[in-house]
């Protein structure tokens, strides 16, 4: 997902939900930031790596994006794989929600987010990620995540072809199935139990902004949906690093911890290793 999805939709359900403006926008930045701390910070934890030249470095495979962008999901087969609105991302959301930490809630519903716009491939170096091995040419991308694909399977008014499956993907589907999860999370967090209703009145709406062709017209149009038409995350941004970053970097931390251990009983290598 791009920040349309990770900030915007999620501030604009978590208005929705009944959520308090401050805390919205802490869980919403808190989403989004997990994809712009890029370089180890204090306790040492960063939550994106935007060299894909690193992608192929185990550390930053296992560290970085296998907890924060990759969680391997519930498909027995290939058990790194991630799978859209896995049993793990649930468990990391529960967990982060009786925290009532609102920068924990955002990391673990990045996370969340994440698994229906990156399902399908893993966080390792491993050929179940390889896109086109027809080509008999070692592709100068890492086999890891979908580096191959680059941003298609995150940008939610595209329509692509999964060269392993051929399989044709309609990014707005998953799009609207994340953001049902993330509202019902959200929902569950302010204390009220009208998530499904409320999924029920705002999913068309949400559904058109996702075939909205052009990117600021769709952040424009969840501002708006939010009730907040001028709201900008790239002037938060700044304010949110300064006061916040060691406590985001806290919490990452804890997410770490947390996402490990749910990797307890998973293959100690990558299924099909590199």
């Known amino acids: 997902m791009q920040k349309d999805f990770h900030f915007y939709v999620t501030y604009a359900l978590a208005s929705k939900a009944g959520i308090a403006e401050t805390e919205a926008l802490l869980i919403a930045s808190a989403d989004q930031f997990t994809d712009r701390l890029t370089t180890a910070d204090v306790y040492g934890i960063q939550t994106q790596c935007d060299m894909v030249d690193n992608w192929g470095d185990k550390q930053i495979q296992f560290t970085v994006l296998i907890p924060f962008h990759f969680l391997p999901g519930d498909d027995t087969e290939w058990q790194w794989k991630t799978t859209e609105n896995s049993s793990r991302a649930r468990k990391l959301v529960r967990a982060a929600a009786r925290t009532q930490n609102p920068l924990r809630l955002g990391i673990a519903l990045h996370v969340l987010q994440d698994t229906f716009s990156h399902q399908g491939f893993s966080g390792w170096n491993e050929g179940g990620n390889s ?144």
């Open 131 to 274: 896109c086109y091995p027809w080509y008999y040419l070692k592709s100068s991308l890492p086999n890891v995540g979908h580096a191959e694909m680059m941003a298609l399977p995150d940008m939610v008014d595209r329509k692509w072809y999964d060269p392993r499956t051929n399989e044709e993907i309609k990014n707005w589907q998953r799009a609207g199935r994340a953001a049902r999860a993330t509202l019902l999370s959200l929902s569950r967090f302010a204390g009220g139990s009208n998530g499904a209703a409320l999924w029920r009145q705002l999913r068309d709406p949400i559904l058109a902004i996702f075939q909205t062709p052009d990117y600021d017209e769709r952040k424009q149009l969840l501002r708006d949906m939010a009730g907040k038409p001028t709201i900008r995350f790239s002037k938060l941004e700044e304010s949110f690093k300064e006061e916040h970053s060691t406590d985001f970097a806290q919490a990452a931390s804890n997410h770490l911890a947390d996402a490990v251990r749910l990797f307890e009983g998973l293959p100690r290598v990558a299924p099909n290793g590199d």
